[in-house]
């Protein structure tokens, strides 16, 4: 069936490192992919879009990879803060559908 | 310009009780869904509607009743609550389904 799966439930990184949140998605239709971050206690937060004609998109401090042969799309922040500490989803919309499929989400948690 | 607004931000309900869950959005957008957030999962999509005076089921309907009778509000209906629909309960809005939605901070729901 359709899902979208993450590597890493948790994340531990220091501040100033860069991280990699790591997101498998199943359908090979899916044509728009999207990442989202959640602090606690709102919702989900935009942060980058790729669609899949495309294999790199970049943002401020922010980098979304996709590769559509082996479904692996990753979320790649520089120089992380304390600010971004939070969790984060991938969410990906089947090609011709109208809805979005998330994943289960990854915490990163920045430390000092 | 508010975004989506999500009315209320927490409610307590007996089993067998009915209400209603507002969202409205003022950015003109086409899109509106419904999603729930349980935890250590994503979110899933209840209901969602491409327009006014459309609407369609998601992953998980039952026990939810939607209507869009207008563009900028999206009302979410629990008929008849359950346990099982104690949640955290999102709205979110996009000008399209190929654009990144916006998000509303949740309804925190219990259910007794």
């Known amino acids: 069936g359709e899902s979208v799966g993450l590597h890493l439930p948790t994340l531990s990184v220091q501040e100033g490192d860069n991280s990699i949140i790591n997101c498998a998605y199943s359908n090979s239709a899916s044509d728009y992919f999207i990442w989202y971050k959640q602090e606690s206690g709102k919702g989900p937060q935009f942060i980058i879009d790729i669609r899949s004609n495309m294999d790199k998109r970049q943002g401020q401090r922010v980098t979304v990879l996709l590769n559509k042969t082996v479904k692996h799309l990753s979320l790649q922040i520089a120089a992380t803060q304390p600010g971004d500490s939070a969790v984060y989803f991938c969410?990906?919309?089947?090609?011709?559908?109208?809805?979005?499929?998330f994943g289960a989400g990854t915490r990163l948690a920045v430390h000092p | 310009n508010a975004g989506v607004t999500q009315t209320p931000k927490f409610q307590v309900l007996k089993t067998g009780q009915s209400m209603t869950l507002q969202c409205a959005q003022d950015?003109?957008?086409?899109?509106m869904s419904w999603y729930r957030q349980d935890p250590g999962m994503g979110l899933r999509l209840i209901h969602y509607s491409v327009g006014a005076g459309i609407t369609d089921q998601g992953e998980v309907p039952n026990g939810y009743n939607v209507s869009r009778s207008t563009t900028e509000d999206f009302p979410l209906r629990l008929l008849s609550a359950a346990p099982s629909q104690t949640s955290v309960y999102f709205c979110?809005?996009?000008?399209?389904?190929?654009?990144?939605?916006?998000f509303g901070d949740g309804t925190r729901l219990s259910i007794l």
């Open positions: 979110a809005s996009s000008y399209d389904r190929d654009q990144p939605q916006h």
């Open positions: 969410a990906e919309k089947p090609g011709g559908y109208n809805k979005l499929i």
């Open positions: 950015m003109n957008h086409e899109y």
